[in-house]
């Protein structure tokens, strides 16, 4: 199974750029990257996902490498409710596979 | 449009009873996952239905069980409950699980065995 690799922890100040990489140097072929985020224990939500083109949707940009081996989830104007768990997960078999997340604190 | 709802949000239950845990996905999905979210193992993956089959299961012992019903609502349940079986219970929902749709979690409910 593909997994991942993030740093544990991410600081941020307030209305810039948040910038989140993540490891998944034994992706398949055909895995989607996912990433979510987790306010609090409350119900993870989903941000965005991707294959090996890059994504934009309202909430955030994702920027997959091409080799795929890495990707980086953008938050492009963060505020203080961005600070949550944000997890890079792969699908496989139909289950995610969640690592351990990065701690994102956004600073006032 | 309503979102994924699982009842009941908080639960108390004492060592060695059982535990039912309900599901009621976004409407029109027919896939239903279920994840137990701990501070010491994080989000581990329980089970997977899809129009009333289990497609997929974790590494739990076999006192976690589900099912699916008809209108694609879930129950997990848990017997023979052991303390560490206190978790954040995640339903989550998708159209059809394959490899690009995403899934929606509901708000989880927080299981205590004491």
Redesign the interface.
Same mark, same amino acid.
């Given at each position: 199974d593909a997994k991942t690799t993030q740093p544990p922890s991410m600081d941020c100040a307030e209305g810039r750029a948040a910038n989140l990489p993540c490891n998944h140097s034994t992706i398949s072929g055909?895995?989607?990257v996912?990433w %979510?985020r987790q306010i609090h224990?409350?119900?993870?939500?989903?941000i965005i996902?991707g294959?090996k083109n890059n994504e934009t949707n309202e909430m955030a940009s994702l920027i997959i490498t091409e080799d795929r081996k890495s990707s980086t989830l953008i938050l492009p104007h963060a505020t203080l409710r961005d600070t949550a768990v944000y %997890?890079c997960i792969v699908?496989n078999?139909?289950?995610?596979?969640?690592?351990?997340?990065t701690k994102l604190i956004i600073k006032p | 449009k309503a979102g994924v709802t699982q009842t009941p949000r908080y639960l108390i239950k004492t060592r060695g009873q059982q535990v039912t845990l309900s599901c009621s996905p976004i409407s029109g999905h027919r896939s239903v996952s279920w994840y137990q979210q701990t501070p010491g193992q994080g989000l581990q993956f329980l089970f997977e239905y899809f129009s009333e089959t289990q497609r997929n299961k974790g590494n739990f012992p076999g006192r976690f069980s589900g099912r699916q019903f008809s209108n694609s609502r879930s129950e997990m349940n848990v017997s023979t409950l052991e303390l560490g079986d206190s978790a954040l219970y995640l339903c989550a929902s998708s159209l059809s699980w394959g490899v690009n749709t995403e899934a929606f979690f509901g708000q989880g409910t927080r299981l205590t065995v004491v």
């Open positions: 055909n895995e989607y996912y %979510y224990s409350q119900g993870p939500q989903y996902h294959l %997890y699908i078999n139909y289950q995610l596979i969640w690592g351990a997340g | -």
